[in-house]
């Protein structure tokens, strides 16, 4: 069949390779390079990226890293160890050993959750903040989490979303990244797809989409289309109506830092719920000396856009970071902030809408994630259009 891809980001990419093997695939985008919010920015040597973190989710063991098999992608993903640690009063602490944290009545609370949780008496439409809020120290890590993960307050999260993505850690284990970085991935993606004789359009800003007897792309004529642009910009453009409500989506800043001496010994997350902003961040470094100029070290803060005062984000963001930093010099190399149509997400966690709209139309990306986080939310999707297009 003749596919048509809008979008060449991570989801139209991935779609396109897997697919290239069977179809004749065309991918439009309409920037210069490809990619999306999941490449590398080089910045004086600093493999900063135009979004993601150099961070899979799941590492080599989820379903980007299936998805990416199927592609025949050749990618080597380092599974962080441990997955990350959580700083508190200025010491480390691994997820497992939080609970000797707690006092006395607090290990009590703890304990009746976690209990419940296992035996199922919970509400699954109420807010993870809720579910924490009487005992401290479990709301601020569960803020940092939510934070740096779905780039969403804890408040905003339903019991639903975080028992999903609880499940799916215990499945699949913690974050990774890949040598390389983002690029590398996307790197790997194009080539497959040229190879498959795939054909890739750069600077090209798709303006229409029909769907009638057979798929349109403009005046260009397709068995299919898949759209790899948020549901609300395709539906803008589509002659059908497949939207229902407001997809809100999910704000966010990070702030790329560069250190000699560096900040995290391991290669996973180091969660900061102490700070005022800044949730998380890590050092890409630790995996890939390649992402950093020799000598030094990438490291990457998330914070989730708490207020509309993006300014007063960033500076408390900064504020957050000069503590940090104490007694380490570092340099900010870049801030960068995320919202409205260049989001962290199109749709907040557990606001997708699906993947199938109909058998000629295809929605892929962030905003349809099929069911896990992130770019894990996303290979779901891709995997289900591939299955149901070649079923
Ligand atoms: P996009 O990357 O947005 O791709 C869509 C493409 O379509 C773009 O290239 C765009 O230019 C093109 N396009 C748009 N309109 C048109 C048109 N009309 N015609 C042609 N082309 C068009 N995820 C993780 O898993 N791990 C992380 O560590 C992580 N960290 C993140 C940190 C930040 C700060 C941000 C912003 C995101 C992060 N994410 C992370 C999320 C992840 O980066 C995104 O979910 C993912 O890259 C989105 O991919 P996509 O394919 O949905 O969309």
Redesign the pocket.
Known sequence: MEIGI?????????AGAILSYNHKITI????PF?????TNLNYDGFQL?????????HGSRGY?AKALKMAKADVKIVNSKPDGTFLINGREYLYKDLFDLLGVKDKIKALKKATNLKLGIVDYNQPFGEFLEDVDLALMIGKAFTGWAL?LDVYEVTMKEIINIANNYYKFKG?GVPIGG?KAVIDELVKIIERNGGNIIKE????KIEVEDKAYIDDREFDIVIS???PK?TQK?CNIKFLDKKIEPSK???ISIASKKGIIKHNGVLFTPECERINGLNQVTNVDKSLAPEGYHLIMT?QAQISNNVKKEIDLGLEDIDKLFKNIDYKILHI?S?RDD?????AKNGHDVGNIINDRLYL????A?GGD????G?AIGVLKVVNHINQ
């Open positions: 809008v979008g060449a980001g991570l989801g139209g990419l991935l439009f985008e309409k920037l490809l990619g999306g919010r999941f990226t135009t979004g993601a973190l150099h961070m899979i989710p980007l780039s974050p983002c090209y800003e798709v303006k790899n642009i948020s910009e453009m966010g800043i990070k998330h960068q995320y260049f989001p962290v997400n199109h892929v990306g962030d905003g994630k986080m992130e770019v894990e996303i």
